[in-house]
């Protein structure tokens, strides 16, 4: 039996091969920024590596945690990353420079945090099984909310 060409469900949409490939390490996360030209890579090693997808290559690696990355969140503007890891800690860092600007620690793994669309020094995680809404207001100020669980 002869098949009809023009039928749309026969056309291929996906490509046929592979174009590229980048390599650093066992990634356990990937995220795209806001316009999508940059991919942060979570580790194993607790390293982050900003890939530039134009040119293919790291643009910048950041280390500071000690266990494998849990979850990775970008500002609106690109600027900014959180990271958190298995290691009881969450990082936003500044890519412009690579520095750390807060770092919070926890008393469990931090397994997801994302930051607020706004403020980068706002952020809703989670640690355990205890929703907390972190605002970091300096350096050496934080201030944490539990938030309540509703039965729905």
Same mark, same amino acid.
């Given at each position: 039996?002869?098949?009809?060409?023009?039928?749309?469900?026969?056309?291929?949409?996906?490509p046929e091969?592979i174009t590229?490939?980048?390599?650093?390490?066992?990634?356990?996360? !990937?995220?795209?920024? *806001?316009? +999508?030209? %940059? @991919?942060? #890579?979570?580790?194993?090693?607790?390293?982050?590596?900003? $890939? &530039? =997808?134009?040119?293919?290559?790291?643009?910048r690696?950041?280390?500071?945690?000690?266990?494998?990355i849990?979850f !990775?969140?970008?500002? *609106?503007? +690109?600027? %900014? @990353?959180? #990271?958190?890891?298995?290691?009881?800690?969450?990082i936003? $860092? &500044? =890519?412009?420079?690579?520095?750390?600007?807060?770092?919070?620690r926890?008393?469990?793994?931090?397994?997801?945090?994302?930051?607020?669309?706004?403020?980068q020094?706002?952020?809703g995680?989670?640690q355990g099984?205890?929703?907390l809404?972190?605002?970091?207001?300096?350096?050496?100020?934080?201030?944490?909310?539990a938030?309540r669980?509703?039965?729905?």
């Amino acid at each position: 039996m002869n098949l009809l060409l023009s039928d749309d469900y026969l056309l291929q949409d996906y490509p046929e091969g592979i174009t590229n490939s980048i390599r650093s390490g066992h990634a356990t996360v !990937l995220r795209f920024n *806001r316009k +999508g030209d %940059y @991919l942060a #890579s979570g580790r194993v090693d607790g390293a982050v590596a900003i $890939w &530039d =997808l134009e040119t293919m290559g790291v643009a910048r690696k950041l280390r500071g945690h000690s266990k494998n990355i849990t979850f !990775l969140s970008w500002s *609106r503007c +690109g600027r %900014y @990353l959180l #990271s958190t890891c298995q290691g009881w800690k969450a990082i936003l $860092w &500044d =890519l412009q420079d690579g520095k750390r600007l807060r770092e919070v620690r926890f008393r469990a793994p931090a397994y997801m945090a994302e930051l607020h669309p706004w403020n980068q020094y706002v952020f809703g995680g989670q640690q355990g099984i205890q929703n907390l809404l972190m605002i970091l207001r300096d350096a050496d100020r934080k201030l944490k909310l539990a938030l309540r669980r509703v039965a729905i």
